[in-house]
């Protein structure tokens, strides 16, 4: 039996057609392939993006901005001397870009310039730190990555 050309361009786009199926299939159902989105309100906090800028701008005005150091218990983060501790108010977040599930956020309370996030939650690897923190009226971000 002998294929004409017009068949054979509809074998070619029904192979094709299957072909790409197949690739979209096994893309979307395997577990494999599952990424997710930083954050889950990832939109909402884009049109917040500006706002974080200008904290970002504020804690670089700063005399000394937040440091961190690791220690045998965790990662120690060290606020500024100058500010008066009891009107440090905010939050630390803690992302780790390859599992969502290691994602935690501490509230900031101290009882000296230093706040101990403690080792027990933190694994070995890459983690991304936020800290939005404000003095009084005055609202500061600091953002840093890094292995521990």
């Not at 884009?46 to 904290?55: A, G, H, P, V």
Request: glycine letters at 4%.
């Amino acid at each position: 039996m002998k294929i004409n050309w017009g068949t054979a361009i509809v074998i070619a786009f029904a192979g094709f057609i299957s072909f790409i199926m197949y690739f979209v299939i096994s893309m979307s159902t395997n577990k494999k392939f599952d990424h997710d989105l930083v954050t889950e309100d990832y939109y909402q906090q884009e049109l917040k993006y500006q706002e974080d800028i200008n904290k970002v701008k504020n804690s670089k005005k700063l005399s000394e901005n937040i440091s961190w150091s690791k220690t045998d218990q965790g990662v120690l983060l060290s606020f500024p001397e100058d500010l008066n501790i009891n009107d440090i108010k905010g939050k630390v977040f803690l992302y780790r870009p390859s599992n969502k599930q290691l994602d935690f956020e501490i509230t900031i309370s101290l009882s000296n310039h230093n706040l101990l996030i403690p080792d027990n939650r933190l694994l070995d690897g890459r983690w991304n730190i936020k800290v939005d923190w404000s003095y009084k009226t005055d609202k500061f971000m600091y953002k840093k990555g890094f292995n521990y």
